[in-house]
């Protein structure tokens, strides 16, 4: 009897499942006793249907909340399973479109001759790759060879897709990957974040309430985009973002593209009632100007969505899906344009080689300080799904190295744009949609942690498990050396007496060639500024302003040396009797006293000072540190100071207004007592460099 109970019971449950499983149409028939609510689901069923009808693009987002309506009453048709699959796809929601085509597949097998493609990418999109390849293969046996060749390759595409995303998942990169949090995110859209060279300032587009205007794109049904700031504060965590407001915002899309190194210009997208084109604003204090749009060469009839500065401000590299030859519209490539001093605007635009751009699309461009390392997105190369992100670096000889997908799972199946890197190169930041997010798309934080190494620290993090799933754990923090090639000088250039913010002008130099590499100007309210020193050079630094001395700084920073910042604040002093000045980019060799070529540059500016001011009078002053005999120093110094001396006079400078003088180890900077509580062998070198210098005074004005 038990046994017979089990039969009968299996029997009901195989009847029931296959009843389940039936394709129910939305026919009166079938719901007798449904009426109404017949009535209603068709209704919804039909103003779903209409919003899926180009006008002119189809409205995927706001046709789901009608299918959903029509799917609580009928769950099991397979057309409204199919529809709302394609909505989803369509949507940042992509990942629950998989279910839907799986269960519109169980109901009617055959009801879509491209069904199979659909299971594919949904399978892709979640990282199912066996899954995804099996299906779009069925789907190829559905393709005519003669006459569906295009979509024979873009399946062909998306195996391969699936081929290199088992490989990337298989040696996955070592990173954390932290939600910036709800100061930053919202339950709506943030993406596209950009920020200067020490990540203390950032911007990014937002679509939540608030934005300028208060309007919504009829087409998706989300606020018009607008740019956002935030700091960091000194813990470390993000103050909450604020609407920069106007010039920069404006009724319609505006979106932040690009943010030079210093922070004082900013590169936006505004929409142009839908011929989007790239401006620039530049930024006085906190108040940013009018954006002004860039000259037809970069902001043409074509779509340019990207861009990023250069470290000196020369080059502007940006996508535009311009043609090489003919007029229709390519593919968006990555291309780069100089700034042309004379003619004040961005010409001589190139696209980049072969080997960077793909014969698919690229965006989201973002150029490291280092000038050298460009991290941009791709649907080609070995992308494991719609765009991935890669890096290539310029090298000596000026081509670039084949791009590197920087790995999973920083990269996933679907859309990986937006990716920005800090100057130290152990943090960037990108927009995702992950699991446990605040909202919609949010901005993440990458801690990159390096090869791995012998745990030394336990700490609680949020590790990312997988793409999708980050889950919080008791992890091993490993101890993380990050080489960045790369130092970073900021701080303030204020007045020495007064210490009120000055605008002044900035030159990087490259001494050994004597080339002013780029110019710089403190901002004119607080003084600030950032320059950054890419690695390989010396570069001597000059400070000025009118009616002040200026200043020099000098930094040597070696090839595949450790990143670096340095805080400094300027302090300029007034053309004045009885002030001193550090020379710091006067060189000479080691126990000599003929000044190298790299000194020209100040002894230039120092030339200029003498000839702006005909009545100065100075003595100029050798010093070395304390090593070696007091007597030997003391001659060498003098003569070193003599050899600047007879420099001026060579340039014309009358020798009655200079005087010299050499006062080896007696007026050190910092003394023998301090230099022995240094305890590295490096700042014990620098300490003595300091000491070591040239000096001028002013003895009269």
């Not at 590299?317 to 311009?322: A, I, P, Q």
């Not at 001011?613 to 007597?631: C, M, V, W, Y």
């Amino acid at each position: 009897m038990k046994t017979k109970s089990l039969l009968i019971l299996s029997s009901l449950l195989i009847a029931l499942s296959t009843f389940a499983q039936k394709d129910v149409e939305f026919d009166k028939k079938n719901f007798k006793d449904q009426k109404s609510e017949f009535k209603e689901a068709v209704k919804s069923l039909k103003e779903g249907d209409a919003l899926m009808e180009p006008q002119p693009i189809p409205r995927y987002a706001q046709a789901i909340p009608f299918y959903k309506e029509a799917h609580e009453f009928n769950p099991n048709n397979s057309y409204l399973n199919y529809q709302l699959g394609i909505c989803y796809i369509n949507t940042i929601h992509k990942l629950k479109a998989l279910d839907y085509f799986e269960k519109s597949f169980q109901l009617n097998p055959n009801a879509f001759e491209g069904i199979h493609l659909y299971l594919g990418r949904g399978n892709h999109l979640r990282a199912n790759w066996d899954k995804a390849i099996e299906h779009y293969r069925s789907y190829l046996k559905t393709l005519d060879t003669k006459k569906q060749s295009s979509e024979i390759n873009q399946t062909n595409k998306y195996i391969k897709e699936c081929e290199s995303g088992k490989k990337l998942v298989k040696e996955p990169v070592r990173v954390w990957i932290d939600n910036m949090g709800e100061n930053i995110n919202t339950k709506y859209p943030e993406y596209g974040m950009i920020m200067n060279a020490d990540a203390s300032e950032i911007y990014f587009t937002s679509r939540r309430p608030g934005t300028t205007g208060g309007g919504k794109d009829i087409f998706i049904n989300e606020y018009f985009e607008d740019v956002y700031y935030s700091a960091r504060r000194k813990d470390n965590t993000w103050a909450p973002a604020d609407n920069v407001g106007s010039p920069i915002n404006t009724k319609g899309h505006d979106a932040a593209v690009a943010l030079s190194p210093d922070g004082s210009r900013m590169i936006v997208y505004i929409d142009d009632n839908g011929n989007g084109n790239l401006y620039e604003s530049v930024r006085s204090g906190d108040k940013w100007s009018k954006p002004k749009i860039f000259n037809k060469e970069v902001s043409g009839p074509y779509h340019e969505p990207s861009a990023w500065y250069s470290y000196d401000g020369k080059q502007l590299y940006f996508v535009s899906n311009r043609p090489e030859s003919g007029k229709e519209p390519a593919d968006k490539d990555i291309f780069v344009a100089t700034w042309d001093e004379k003619k004040e605007k961005w010409l001589n635009v190139q696209r980049l080689p072969n080997n960077v751009n793909s014969t698919y699309d690229e965006d989201g461009i973002f150029l490291h300080p280092d000038g050298r390392t460009l991290y941009f997105s791709s649907k080609g190369h070995n992308s494991m799904g719609g765009y991935d992100v890669f890096k290539t670096v310029k090298q000596d000889d000026g081509t670039w190295s084949d791009p590197v997908n920087i790995g999973y799972p920083v990269n996933t199946p679907d859309d990986d744009v937006f990716f920005v890197v800090a100057a130290n190169g152990r943090h960037a930041y990108m927009t995702s949609i992950r699991k446990g997010g605040v909202g919609d798309k949010d901005l993440y934080k990458v801690t990159f942690l390096g090869n791995k190494k012998e745990p030394v620290l336990g700490s609680e993090e949020l590790l990312l498990a997988s793409a999708g799933t980050p889950v919080q754990a008791k992890v091993i923090a490993p101890k993380v050396e990050v080489q960045s090639s790369l130092a970073l000088l900021k701080g303030v250039v204020r007045d020495d007496a007064t210490k009120k913010p000055l605008e002044a002008s900035i030159e990087l130099i490259d001494n050994s060639t004597g080339e002013v590499i780029a110019e710089f100007t403190s901002d004119a309210q607080t003084g600030k500024y950032l320059v950054s020193l890419p690695s390989g050079k010396n570069y001597g630094i000059a400070v000025k302003a009118d009616g002040y001395l200026f200043h020099s700084e000098n930094f040597d920073v070696q090839k595949d040396a450790d990143y670096k910042e340095v805080d400094k604040t300027i302090d300029l002093k007034k053309v004045k009797v009885g002030e001193v000045i550090v020379l710091r980019n006067i060189f000479f060799d080691l126990n000599k006293f003929s000044l190298r070529d790299e000194s020209q540059n100040e002894l230039d500016r120092l030339t200029k000072l003498l000839n702006d001011n005909p009545k100065l009078r100075i003595e100029i002053s050798g010093h070395t540190d304390s090593r070696g005999s007091a007597s030997y120093n003391k001659e060498l110094s003098k003569n070193r100071a003599k050899e600047v001396v007879d420099y001026l006079i060579k340039k014309g400078i009358d020798k009655n207004r200079l005087e010299f003088k050499g006062y080896g180890k007696e007026q050190p900077i910092i003394t023998d007592a301090e230099i022995a509580k240094l305890k590295s062998k490096r700042a014990i070198e620098e300490a003595h460099q300091e000491n070591r210098r040239t000096e001028f005074k002013i003895l009269a004005d």
